[in-house]
């Protein structure tokens, strides 16, 4: 099993990122999918998560209406396009796969390494 997060970088308050996730080694199409961040010195909190079944999504209050997560079961892969970012959105970010949707870290199975997202100018 194996997922690889990938598109962090350093971009300045208000711009946007996406980040994708490649997940290899498992039927991708039966996890449900979690974006997570960690900041320095403060706990993996979940942003965004979706289904496997019927697209459903959950977004953390201080993400919604900025990040969209989406999913490719065809290829495998799933998103986290981050719009309006803040520089308080700086943080690795992992993404994650397990049976069941939700956006508690310690629920998931199967982790990613991170990307570094961070916002300053």
């Known amino acids: 099993v194996q997922l690889q997060a990938s598109g962090g970088g350093l971009v300045q308050p208000g711009n946007s990122l996406r980040l994708s996730c490649a997940a290899s080694g498992f039927t991708f199409s039966n996890y449900a999918v979690g974006w997570f961040r960690q900041a320095p010195g403060k706990e993996r909190e979940g942003v965004a998560c979706i289904s496997s079944s019927d697209g459903s999504t959950y977004y953390d209050g201080s993400v919604k209406g900025r990040f969209t997560i989406s999913r490719d079961n065809a290829k495998n892969m799933a998103y986290l396009q981050m719009n309006s970012l803040k520089p308080e959105d700086t943080a690795v970010y992992y993404c994650?796969?397990?049976?069941?949707?939700?956006?508690?870290?310690?629920?998931?199975?199967?982790w990613g390494q991170g990307t570094q997202v961070t916002v300053s100018s």
């Open positions: 994650a796969a397990d049976h069941n949707i939700g956006l508690i870290a310690s629920e998931y199975d199967y």
